[in-house]
């Protein structure tokens, strides 16, 4: 499917907003998710923002065999004391360089083991996006700047059953004749 899409259009960037293992089918859970991870490998995958099931073994887990099992970069942007987890990758094609910032929901620390965490802090999703896009299009060629930036947030979103319907996976979610 993705050599297709690749096919049809030379300008593709194949990024993941994470949650690639963990929450994994059994076949590659019970295999500590290596298959998942040659599969995107051997897919080319861009890069993935860090999503909470990437932590669920734990920072040590994550930055000691995932990462480097993963032919690809992982991003973060407002965790802190996460070595390998950079806050943003920059993907050039057609001499357009497009900028992917990595960030999670606060939440996080409420979605894993606590002890697997000890020592990462996290910030404010937004400030940290902010902070990075700022930077990446300060046209200071100091440092890295980018024509685009597209932020990547790992971040839950439930709409109230009072504000909307959804019969069909496939059909948008609209607001409910009773709600009007």
Not at 104 to 124: C, K, N, R
Not at 127 to 154: F, K, M, P, R, Y
Request: charged residues 20%; proline residues 6%.
């Amino acid at each position: 499917m993705i050599e297709s899409l690749r096919a049809q259009n030379e300008n593709l960037i194949f990024v993941s907003n994470g949650d690639a293992v963990g929450g994994s089918a059994f076949e590659s859970a019970v295999l500590k998710d290596i298959p998942t991870l040659d599969v995107l490998n051997a897919m080319s995958l861009d890069l993935s923002n860090a999503g909470n099931h990437e932590f669920d073994q734990g920072w040590d887990d994550f930055s000691g065999r995932i990462i480097p099992a993963s032919d690809f970069p992982y991003l973060n942007a407002n965790l802190s004391n996460t070595p390998g987890l950079a806050d943003y990758s920059i993907v050039e094609t057609q001499g357009v360089s497009v900028a992917f910032v990595g960030t999670i929901t606060e939440e996080f620390p409420t979605l894993v083991m606590p002890t697997g965490i000890e020592g990462i802090e996290v910030s404010d999703a937004v400030d940290a996006a902010n902070a990075v896009a700022s930077q990446l299009s300060d046209g200071d060629n100091q440092n890295d700047e980018a024509d685009i930036v597209v932020v990547l947030t790992h971040a839950g979103y439930q709409v109230p059953s009072s504000q909307s319907r959804c019969s069909s996976p496939s059909r948008p979610v609209r607001p409910s004749p009773t709600s009007r």
